[in-house]
Every structure is written in C-alpha cells, then in structure tokens.
C-alpha cells in the first residue's frame, strides 16, 4: 500500500512573512461569519491578491498570491478576520502491522486486563460478516439492531475522505447505496479553486484510489447483499464527498466546502476520518476558523459532524504537549469526537483522547490491548486480522499484494447463483475506522426517531442536538482500567496513557476521557424507551 504521510501542521510564523515570491495559496477569513463584505475582491488585490474561490456562507475566500508579505498585508485590513496559507489536511492512516504483531499474537491474545468482550460471534448476514466483531460489539447484527431498524434510504451520510471506489468497477458493497448524482469532488483540480465551492460531479473526479474512504462508506452503509461485508445502517444512502487526494491529503479551504455543500443539501450526518493539528493562535487562526463556521454552518442546517480523534496515543487535553495545537475538525465545538476500541473493549493502543475531546468511542480495531505488546489485541479464533477490523477497499491500491494478504485480499462470491462477483476488503485498524461506526448509528437513530412527514427538503429529519444526546445516552459506559495508567507500547511517541473520570466541561456521570459517554450501541439506540434521552 501507498504510505500516507501525517504530520503536525505546525503553522509558524515563517507563513506570515515567506522570503520566496513563488505563487502562494491562503485562505483569508473575513469578519462577517455568514456572508463576504462588498469589497472583499479589493481588498485582496490591494494586498496583492486574487481572489480563486469564495465560500459566501462562511465569509471566506481562497486566494492566490505571490506577494511575500501576503498574510500581513491583507490583515492590516480591518475587515478581514484572519490569513493564512491553506495548509495540508491529511487522512489518518490506518496503524499498519510489524512483525511483531504477526509473531506475538498467537501467544499473547489473552494477555492485560480483559474485560468481558460482549456477545459475539453473532449472525451475520453476508459472506464475510463471520468476521464483522467491530459490528458484533455494536449489535449491528441480524439479532440486534437489523431486526428493529436499517435504515431509511431518506437518511443521508456524507462521507467527507478519499471519494468511493467507482472506476473501473463500482464496488459492490458501496454502489448500491450510493448516491452518484450528489457525491463530489472537493480536491483541487490542477491547482485552481475554480468551482470547488460546488464540487467536481464526475465521478472520475471523486474515484477513490486510496481505499480509506471506501472502508469507511462501507461501514456506516454496506448492504445486505450477500457479497461481503454489511454496514451499520445498511439501507441509508451514501453520499462520498472527495476532499482528499490520491496521496491522503487535502485542504482546508476544500474542507469546508465539502461542509457547506452538506449543509446546503441538508444532509443528516458527516462522517469525517481526517484531521490537522493547528495552532490555536495567530498563524492557524484563518483555517480553524472557517471550518468551525463550515461545520457550523453544516449543524445549522441539520448535519451532524462527527470526526475522528486522531491515531498517535496523545492526551489532547494534557494542558501540555499539544496545549498550543487543536486537533481540527475533532475537537471544534459542535463536532462529535470519535476514540477507537479494541477486540476487548479497550482504548486502542493509538487512540488520541481527552476530556471534552472524546465524545463517544466505536470499535477500531487494536492489535495491542493495555499491555502494550503488539499482537496482544488479537481476538481468539476464528478472527482473522490480529484484532483489526474488516471493510471494503479499491482495488487501486492494493500494491501490497500478495506480499500483504493479511492486509487486502479479493474476496469473489456468487450472490445469487446469477455470476460470480469479486472485490477488494481490507483489514485495517484506526480511529478512521472508528468514526464512520458511530456515523452509522447516528443515522439509524435519525432512522428511527426521525421527523419525515412532508416534503420539505429543507427541514431536518431531527436535529443535531437530538442525535447527538441519542447517541451518548445510547452508548455503554465503560470505566477506566484498574490501574488506570496503562501501556500503549512501542512506536509510539508517548509510551503510556492514563485514563480519567468525569471531570470537567459537564460530562457527567458514566464519562471517562478514554471512551467519552462510552461505546456505541446500534440495537440500544434504536430501542431507547421514552424520556432516555433529551428531545
């Protein structure tokens, strides 16, 4: 597989006075947050601008400019908020495996503080769901959730990543769900912003050649189909959103965009498996900025964003080693923050978490559990993938084969007895994985409680809020370890994690930084009694 790099974008003061005149991009904020002033346009070009993209909703425009002191000159102008170069939003890898997962996990698969796993092996309904644990821990199973509620095709998820595999075959286990007609790519087309507020509709534009975004359309909606593998809400529909390119990565500026197209469509959930590290201040001030109003622009038209906490075993709420950082989209107000679990309902081994940073916690898959020792997270047999979780993949990137089987593998059925069909499926593991999981409960639970009398396309399903407090109330508390520092092991810069209860930012009862409300429960969010949670 292509590696994807993933770094802090530490945004320092170099940006605000660059020596180079080379052609720069920036993303200038204004201070009206819903709409741009009249002379935005002279107001970049008297700074030496041009102006290659505007987000109207949110008061901010892209620019190109070769002027050095760009960032300094455009906010001596008293209508502009902030500036900023339009840094790099990448994806979250997934954690890969070293050898030592593969030696250690047939020995050490009991190892640590084992918590009771839930119940599992569970039915499954595709051909592949024998090995579907993360759904299993979520009773996203034939007996649980699937047997009170699917999903509507009226609930749509925005899925905001590296597109869908569609070319040169349409994956089997998205297609069928997915909406061609509104996905989009946000991912600058040789460099210009032109039209990116609206987003590229050809698909060969929004064609996933990563597989990340893949995995994750499939685990909040995969259908039954027999085929492979089956989603959380297997009968929503799915809309990719490109906003990462074929190396991982994207912009801010397209970010957003992708925000307000969901929330100009009204959709009901954005799943996003990305993230940046900005500084609060100054120099990362302009892209905070506008994705906290694209987001909130997004929930104020009935979207609710839900975003992965990141992979590197940080305490993002330290008051120490990332106090001057923000873990964006995560961490913004108004964005639900995803930590990932383990086989045994543990914190992944990689999982960032905090107080008010973590909201909920899905399965993610862990090959290590609290003891550090890579491979220790393997569930017993007949799970395969040394504890990581189980979804679709593009056949475009699947170089690590037949080097990698335990990573990618083609996987060929015939359905129905009408013909064989064959695609790729991908053992992973990642907060990245973990979001979209709780993507597909918020959408069984809009499913279920949801308003959809009428034919306003303009009117939520249920509000953010509803989904939201559904979504926690849902969720299985799990306590902090005994003892609560545990480790998280090698490779990782900070080599131990230790968990705390509710404190802080009213949480509430039940809370821990570790898992926020707890783990995600499809067949419990679709079942909640009357008064269980806030309307």
């Known amino acids: 597989m292509k590696q994807i790099g993933w770094v802090l974008l530490a945004l320092l003061g170099a940006q605000a006075g660059a020596a180079s005149a080379a052609t720069q991009r920036y993303v200038v904020v204004f201070n009206q947050s819903n709409n741009l002033p009249s002379n935005a346009e002279r107001a970049v070009q008297a700074a030496g601008g041009s102006i290659q993209?505007?987000?109207?909703?949110?008061?901010?425009?892209a620019v190109e400019s070769s002027n050095p002191n760009f960032i300094a000159d455009i906010e001596a102008n008293p209508v502009v908020k902030a500036a900023s170069l339009d840094e790099l939003l990448l994806t979250i890898p997934e954690r890969g495996l070293s050898a030592l997962d593969r030696d250690a996990a047939a020995t050490e698969n009991n190892g640590g503080t084992i918590t009771s796993p839930g119940a599992d092996p569970q039915p499954m309904p595709d051909s592949l769901g024998s090995q579907q644990w993360?759904?299993?821990?979520?009773?996203?199973?034939?007996?649980?959730?699937?047997?009170v509620q699917r999903g509507r095709r009226d609930v749509r998820v925005a899925v905001l990543d590296t597109g869908a595999e569609v070319l040169p075959v349409p994956h089997p286990d998205i297609a069928p769900n997915l909406n061609f007609a509104e996905s989009r790519s946000f991912v600058l087309p040789s460099g210009a912003y032109n039209g990116l507020a609206e987003g590229d509709p050809n698909p060969a534009s929004w064609d996933d050649k990563v597989g990340h975004g893949s995995w994750c359309l499939s685990a909040v909606g995969a259908p039954i189909n027999a085929i492979g593998v089956s989603g959380v809400a297997p009968n929503v529909t799915l809309v990719a959103l490109k906003v990462l390119g074929d190396t991982g990565s994207g912009s801010f500026f397209a970010l957003a965009a992708a925000l307000v197209y969901a929330g100009n469509h009204h959709y009901d959930v954005a799943s996003m498996s990305l993230s940046g590290f900005l500084q609060h201040a100054k120099h990362g001030q302009a892209l905070v900025t506008i994705v906290q109003r694209a987001s909130d622009y997004a929930r104020s038209n009935g979207v609710l964003p839900i975003a992965a906490?990141?992979?590197?075993?940080?305490?993002?709420?330290?008051?120490?080693?990332?106090?001057?950082?923000?873990?964006?989209p995560a961490e913004l107000p108004g964005?639900?923050?995803?930590?990932?679990?383990?086989?045994?309902?543990?914190?992944a081994f990689y999982s960032n978490y905090g107080v008010d940073a973590t909201d909920v916690?899905?399965?993610g898959g862990s090959t290590r559990n609290y003891t550090g020792v890579p491979g220790s997270g393997a569930p017993p047999p007949p799970y395969l993938g040394i504890g990581r979780v189980l979804g679709a993949w593009s056949a475009e990137n699947t170089d690590a084969l037949p080097s990698n089987p335990d990573n990618y593998f083609q996987h060929c059925v015939d359905p129905?007895?009408?013909g064989v069909v064959c695609a790729y499926y991908a053992w992973v593991q990642g907060t990245s994985m973990a979001t979209p999981n709780a993507a597909g409960v918020a959408a069984l639970i809009i499913s279920q409680y949801g308003d959809f009398?009428?034919?306003n396309p303009n009117k939520p399903h249920m509000s953010p809020q509803q989904v939201e407090s559904f979504l926690q109330t849902s969720a299985n508390n799990q306590p902090c370890p005994d003892p609560r520092t545990v480790i998280q092991g090698p490779g990782l810069l900070i080599p131990t994690a230790t968990c705390s209860g509710a404190s802080g930012g009213g949480n509430g009862a039940g809370y821990t930084d570790f898992f926020g409300k707890g783990i995600v429960d499809a067949l419990k969010a679709v079942t909640l009694k009357p008064g269980q949670a806030a309307l």
Do not use: E, H, I, W
């Open 53 to 61: 993209g505007r987000l109207d909703a949110v008061g901010a425009v």
């Open 416 to 418: 129905d007895g009408s």
């Open 453 to 455: 009398a009428g034919n």
């Open 309 to 328: 906490l990141g992979n590197d075993g940080f305490n993002l709420s330290d008051g120490n080693f990332v106090q001057s950082f923000l873990n964006v």
């Open 361 to 363: 916690s899905a399965p």
């Open 335 to 347: 964005v639900v923050g995803v930590a990932a679990t383990g086989y045994y309902n543990q914190k």
């Open 134 to 147: 993360d759904k299993m821990r979520m009773n996203s199973t034939l007996t649980g959730s699937y047997a």
